[in-house]
């Protein structure tokens, strides 16, 4: 993401900084050490190329909403952004021909399956040049999540999607269950147009679908793609501002969707492995279950290279990263925990649970948390316990602990003056033993 690219003049560079907040093109002139902003606003920009002449830089960006990437060119002469793509959805692996007039983009979203496209970018003409999937995919991904936003207590807004079932009602009282990430993944986020990822597609639906769950998945702070105070959250605080955005989130969807505040499950993996417990463990009250995949519970075992520049300055023989340990917290626990990982993890360390896991039973925490392992699974799991597996596991776990939607669940409805009418007539028609008179002459 960093190639410099020269301008005409051979002297100044177009760069990409986050000096505006969010990541956005810039230009240097090197000869007075001075820069300006190419581009601004409240979102991301991610460039792809220069055009040959140097007159436009082609790039990705997050202007029209936060879950899609569109194709732009920009000036370089004064940082007009003209859109090339015409349809609704995330755009990736863009290529562009030297002389900028050309653009291949691959688009998917929520409405269509990945397809190739061919951008005329003088005309801006869209063309669809592949026909690439099956009608078994497109039954797959007929389901549409539902997209939504929230502020949080410092104003910030935050982006999540969710599916319901079919009968849902706002004044519903429904178990939820939210999946995040929490941590930087360079562009990464969860809550995008056409990820049908088993995570945050596939299971939720599943859960809305079969068991009547309301289920979502949010992007807190901490996430990538939502400019450096998102990503710089965790410096010297992991967890925390998470938690916030979560218990904020969490009220927003009582509020406004229909849940039951005493039936909030929770999950994530790796990073989200780790913030589901730092949530189970620090807002007992908010959040009843919690299945966490693989999170490192202490972040001295983690890569020096990501938590140095994530979590916070780690000198060597040191315990510098002692103070972000899960292990003190754990105490803290009230709702049922299901801690999952693979014993082969090369990434974040089997070890990390198992750590944590002694600290619960040394707690007295044992008929509150289960362990599921797989022997010869690494970081995504995929030795013994494959994917249908795992998912089959958290559908059990999560029925056992908060249950699946009930009709007897459902806000009893008021007796209007009509329905009593019509129960007093019902009760005029029995019998005095109590048979009635259709049954009697039947």
Request: glycine content about 10%; some cysteine.
């Given at each position: 993401m960093m190639v410099l690219y020269y301008l005409a003049d051979n002297k100044r560079l177009v760069y990409l900084s986050e000096q505006t907040g969010f990541r956005h093109l810039h230009v240097l002139n090197p000869l007075y050490e001075s820069f300006k902003s190419?581009?601004?606003?409240?979102?991301?920009?991610?460039?792809?190329?220069?055009?040959?002449?140097?007159?436009?830089?082609?790039?990705?960006?997050?202007?029209?909403?936060?879950?899609?990437?569109?194709?732009?060119?920009?000036?370089?002469?004064?940082?007009?952004?003209?859109?090339?793509?015409k349809e609704t959805g995330t755009h990736s692996d863009a290529a562009v021909s030297q002389d900028g007039t050309r653009v291949l983009t691959n688009l998917v979203s929520y409405e269509r399956l990945k397809e190739l496209v061919f951008i005329d970018a003088k005309a801006k003409v869209n063309k669809?040049?592949?026909?690439?999937?099956?009608e078994k995919a497109h039954k797959f991904a007929e389901p549409k999540p539902e997209f939504f936003d929230y502020e949080n207590r410092h104003g910030h807004k935050l982006y999540g999607m969710m599916f319901k079932p079919d009968d849902w009602k706002k004044k519903d009282k429904r178990p939820v269950l939210i999946y995040f990430y929490g941590g930087p993944l360079g562009t990464r986020k969860m809550v995008v147009q056409g990820s049908f990822s088993?995570?945050?597609?596939?299971?939720?639906?599943?859960?809305?679908?079969?068991?009547?769950?309301?289920?979502?998945?949010?992007?807190?702070?901490?996430?990538?793609?939502?400019?450096?105070?998102?990503?710089k959250?965790?410096?010297?605080?992991?967890?925390?501002?998470?938690?916030?955005?979560?218990?904020?989130?969490?009220?927003?969807?009582v509020e406004n969707c229909g849940v039951d505040e005493k039936r909030v499950a929770i999950h994530g993996w790796s990073f989200g492995g780790f913030q589901t417990q730092m949530c189970m463990y620090t807002e007992p009250d908010v959040f009843q279950v919690g299945i966490a995949g693989?999170?490192?519970?202490?972040?001295?075992?983690?890569?020096?290279?990501?938590?140095r520049h994530t979590i916070g300055k780690s000198e060597p023989?040191?315990?510098?990263?002692?103070?972000?340990?899960?292990?003190?917290?754990?105490?803290?626990?009230?709702?049922?925990?299901?801690?999952?990982?693979?014993?082969?993890?090369?990434?974040?360390?089997?070890?990390?649970?198992?750590?944590?896991?002694?600290?619960?039973?040394?707690?007295?925490?044992?008929?509150?948390?289960?362990?599921?392992?797989?022997?010869t699974?690494?970081?995504?799991?995929?030795?013994?316990?494959?994917?249908?597996?795992?998912?089959?596991?958290?559908?059990?776990?999560?029925?056992?602990?908060?249950?699946?939607?009930?009709?007897?669940?459902?806000p009893k409805r008021e007796k209007k003056p009509r329905d009593k009418e019509r129960q007093k007539r019902k009760r005029r028609e029995k019998k005095p033993d109590g048979v009635d008179v259709a049954q009697a002459g039947t």
């Open positions: 190419l581009t601004s606003g409240p979102y991301e920009v991610y460039p792809i190329d220069i055009a040959r002449n140097r007159k436009w830089v082609f790039v990705r960006a997050t202007k029209e909403h936060p879950s899609q990437t569109d194709v732009y060119k920009v000036s370089t002469r004064n940082g007009r952004m003209v859109r090339l793509t669809t040049l592949t026909d690439s999937h099956p088993s995570y945050n597609y596939a299971f939720p639906y599943y859960m809305a679908k079969k068991h009547g769950y309301v289920a979502c998945t949010i992007d807190t702070r901490g996430n990538s793609g939502y400019a450096g105070v998102f990503e959250a965790n410096f010297g605080q992991v967890g925390k501002p998470q938690v916030e955005d979560l218990v904020d989130g969490v009220k927003f969807l693989a999170g490192p519970t202490e972040w001295e075992n983690y890569n020096s290279w990501y938590t023989g040191k315990a510098t990263l002692k103070e972000f340990s899960l292990l003190p917290l754990a105490k803290n626990l009230k709702g049922h925990l299901l801690l999952v990982h693979g014993m082969e993890d090369s990434n974040v360390l089997f070890q990390d649970t198992v750590r944590v896991y002694r600290e619960l039973l040394k707690a007295g925490k044992e008929t509150l948390v289960e362990l599921f392992l797989d022997p699974g690494g970081h995504g799991l995929g030795g013994d316990v494959k994917t249908l597996s795992r998912y089959r596991k958290y559908e059990q776990f999560l029925l056992r602990t908060i249950g699946r939607y009930e009709e007897k669940d459902a």
